[in-house]
């Protein structure tokens, strides 16, 4: 069974720093991209961050780019988001998401992480 | 970046009846189209992909339909737990893979 498990969500102060990661199992970690997405409270879903299967190439939305950095490692099947100078408008649930091979359709969702940015 | 648009924003439709929601890229993303559902309080999940093949989970009561720029999911007689917002989704060549706005299916 496919499980993505999200951790290191929490309570963080405008301009500070978080890292969240994604367990996975289930799967071979190694062979998939991996996506982050998140929502707001009550809003859309909204595209943040990608990583290929090998950590060789990352996306980034322009809403993060500079401030949050994607990795992973494939020897311990997890992914990590580095957050830092964060704002409010960062507040949402995220969630960790498998890609059904490289760069296609999102298969698996994790059930997601809330981060909060206020002071 | 592709912009994706949904309508309507809500929809009200009885128990057994049938549900039509639309989504249009504004350029063609070909077949590369995803239709996600996401009840309360749960993370979404993949109804749809390819425009029109179903996940392996997905009721026969859901049909996806289209390419290019307009895409429709098609809910015939809906069941209770049918009542959801879904997100279409495009992943046409490099990421952002956007999002529609979603469009919440309500009970009449």
């Known amino acids: 069974e496919v499980q993505l498990v999200e951790s290191g969500g929490g309570l963080v102060q405008p301009g500070g720093s978080l890292r969240l990661s994604c367990s996975a199992s289930g799967f071979t970690f190694s062979n998939y991209a991996i996506h982050w997405v998140r929502q707001a409270p009550g809003k859309g879903l909204e595209y943040v961050s990608a990583?290929?299967?090998?950590?060789?190439?990352?996306y980034y939305a322009d809403s993060v780019k500079g401030r949050f950095t994607i990795s992973r490692d494939n020897s311990k099947n997890t992914l990590y988001l580095q957050m830092s100078s964060l704002r409010p408008e960062d507040t949402a649930v995220y969630y960790c998401v498998k890609d059904s091979s490289s760069w296609y359709y999102f298969d698996y969702w994790g059930q997601g992480i809330l981060v909060t940015v206020s002071s | 970046e592709i912009v994706m648009t949904q309508s309507p924003a809500t929809l009200s439709v009885s128990p057994g009846e049938r549900a039509t929601l639309s989504c249009r890229a504004s350029?063609?993303?070909?077949?590369?189209l995803a239709w996600y559902q996401q009840k309360p309080g749960q993370a979404p999940r993949l109804l749809m992909y390819?425009?029109?093949t179903r996940a392996t989970s997905t009721p026969a009561r859901f049909f996806g339909s289209g390419s290019g720029t307009e895409f429709t999911l098609t809910i015939s007689s809906l069941q209770p737990e049918d009542f959801a917002v879904y997100y279409c989704q495009h992943y046409h060549n490099w990421p952002p893979y956007t999002f529609g706005q979603g469009t919440k299916l309500e009970i009449k």
């Open positions: 350029q063609s993303v070909s077949s590369h």
């Open positions: 390819g425009a029109s």
């Open positions: 990583i290929s299967s090998n950590g060789g190439s990352t």
